[in-house]
């Protein structure tokens, strides 16, 4: 049976009554706003090709399910003692927790309170920006019993919250808040939109990418709290001009007809600690540099990135314990290995139910977790959310055996 059969009979088992005021809806939408009409037809037509992937997309059977979520999940973090916490931005919707550690039996729990994920957008004048959870992006658990919180503060990624851009280090022994410390204007501007987050193995320095206006990097020295911009507006932290962002076979866009841009974004540490890599989303250049060059105000004023491989358009990227870098492309719902020494990119695995592969960690146990934040199926691009099967996975790395479902 071929794509258009299936889904023709899915298409044919829905309640058409139940269809009838939407079609009466459209086709009034359809005098009103044509253009605002199409979108709601292509929604339709993009649900139901959702509807059909299951059955006829592609599926990795090491790529194994952990969690699904009702909101709209970008970050994951596993610390060193097994406890995974994930993070929800507030993009298309005032979600109701930002960040959350996921329990044993499937369900979340507010992290570390209720207190820090109780800012509202509607209670913007109530609440201080500086002492709540505005809009998280990413989230990491060190080596050293921190999990370090991004907040970008800059809900549906536009204009940031003022004094809201901060990056919050916990405790997870106490669970409580250990330190905030506040990234100014002078760092994070307006425009701005801190994205991920690594570590030094010493914990004195936190390195930041910044996919905003103006791409680049941060550095924050988490003993005195100064933190920099390092490569602002370099070309290596800005969109690829020549650079496509492609899913579902087509150019994504949105409903002005605009391609999405993002600067620096994904993020990578070596073991060691002396290498940092990362790459624009909108990009297909992995670039790398010194930590030691940057760590430093005056040095980093005159750095120069390397760069490490062509790649594409991917959103996470983390790395092994070989040295070998994850990465995760948009266009093909997969994750790649690029080896940093020669460059080369190689398949890994590639799957369906990975629509926009977002964020990595890595478990005790060597397994890889990554997220898929669906973005290509949000209000962003569509008159409404087409998919909304947020989910964790998690798969084995090559040479490592296999993990428990």
Known sequence: MNDYALSAQITEGINMRALAPSAFATALLTLINPAFAQSL????KAKVERLVAPLTGQQDKRLQ?????????????????????????????????????????????????????????????????????VCVQSVFADHRGSLWVVDPAAP?????????????????????????????????????????????????FAYLTNSGSPGGLVVLDTQSGQNWRVLSEDPSTQFDPDATVRTDGQTLRRLD?????????????????????????????LYRIMTADIEDTEVAKHVRPETVATTEPADGLWTGKSGEIY?????????????????????????SRLRWPDTFSEGPDGAIYITASHIQDSPWFHAAWTDKKFTLFKFMPDGIGASNP
């Open 257 to 285: 007809g605009r391609q999405p841009i993002f600067n620096a974004d994904s993020l990578a540490l070596s073991e060691d600690g002396k290498t940092l890599f990362w790459q624009a989303l909108t990009g297909k250049t």
């Open 156 to 204: 549906n990624a536009e204009k940031t919250v003022k004094d809201g851009p901060k990056i919050v280090q916990i405790d997870l022994q106490t669970n409580k808040v250990k330190r905030i410390f506040p990234i100014g204007i002078q760092t994070a501007g307006p425009a701005s939109y801190l994205n991920d987050i690594r570590i030094a193995p010493n914990g004195h």
């Open 65 to 133: 399910v952990v969690a699904t979520f009702d909101h709209q999940v970008t970050g994951v973090t596993v610390a060193p003692d097994g406890r995974i916490f994930v993070n929800f931005p507030r993009w298309s919707e005032d979600t109701p927790v930002s960040v959350a550690e996921l329990l044993l039996d499937g369900s979340t729990r507010p992290y570390p309170d209720e207190l820090w994920n109780s800012w509202r957008n509607e209670r913007i004048s109530e609440l201080s920006a500086s002492e709540h959870f």
């Open 41 to 44: 037809s292509e929604d339709a």
């Open 327 to 351: 990465l995760s492309p948009i266009a093909d719902n997969a994750v790649k290995v690029v080896n940093t020494s020669n460059g080369s990119v190689r398949l890994l695995l590639n799957d």
